[in-house]
């Protein structure tokens, strides 16, 4: 059986990823997960917090990450839900042209999903500011997605991301379902909430898409291996998508 490595690029400030990803990928033995990370401190729109995702340090850190040989190098997190879609697509362009390494990005991954499964209604929860948060709505729907209910916690420390508690993301997510969207993302890599999904999706009786799991669920599928190995982390990893 050969060895997957899986590459990671992540927040400096991110504590729920990486064991979260790690605990994920347990049940398959030949791959693991290999984290880089670049400072993101702060999640706001005012210029020092974006110029936290100016592409030259990403492409340091994924330069680093491929020296170690990974097969899939994926961004981690959601910078491109206020930045909008093509600051992953160009991210992803340029590290393949360096590195030689093929890309994914969660968000991407996200986008992806719910165009092909045709769940184009979906709610949204986040630890985000205001601005941030209508951001991220307003570019879904000039993608042509509509964001029918959203909660957020108008926090901008990425560090306090982690802290929230999953009893929290819980009732969140049960107030955003009464919308009824098609599916439900909890959108923010620092949240401790993939674990959630199969819960959430017995009581709320639609996909639960975490951005942790769609960047590993791409990642894998990129890399060749079947995602229904991965057990009791969501629907997202035993449905048919093509």
């Not at 592409?55 to 961004?75: C, F, K, N, T, Y």
């Not at 362009?93 to 999903?113: F, H, K, P």
Request: charged residues 20%.
């Amino acid at each position: 059986m050969r060895r997957v490595l899986l590459g990671m690029l992540t927040p400096s400030s991110n504590t729920a990823l990486e064991p979260l990803t790690s605990a994920m990928l347990s049940g398959l033995p030949e791959v693991s997960a290999h984290f880089g990370r670049f400072r993101v401190t702060e999640i706001s729109l005012q210029p020092q917090a974006l110029g936290q995702f100016d592409m030259a340090p990403i492409l340091e850190a994924a330069r680093l990450l491929a020296d170690a040989h990974v097969d899939v190098i994926a961004w981690n997190g959601t910078s491109s839900g206020w930045l909008g879609f093509d600051a992953d697509v160009a991210l992803c362009q340029r590290i393949e042209q360096e590195t030689g390494v093929r890309c994914c990005t969660s968000v991407l991954a996200l986008n992806e999903i719910m165009e092909k499964t045709q769940r184009r209604r979906f709610g949204l929860v986040t630890p985000y500011l205001d601005d941030v948060q209508a951001a991220i709505v307003a570019n879904y729907a000039r993608s042509g997605f509509e964001c029918v209910a959203e909660r957020h916690l108008n926090r901008s420390v990425n560090f306090s991301f982690s802290e929230v508690e999953p009893p929290q993301i819980v009732q969140m997510a049960h107030e955003v379902a009464e919308a009824r969207p098609q599916c439900l993302t909890t959108f923010c890599t620092n949240l401790r909430a993939a674990q959630l999904a199969p819960t959430l999706e017995a009581a709320l009786g639609l996909p639960v898409y975490d951005t942790v799991s769609t960047a590993v669920w791409k990642s894998l599928r990129l890399c060749g291996v079947d995602t229904r190995r991965v057990k009791g982390w969501g629907s997202l990893f035993d449905e048919e998508i093509a």
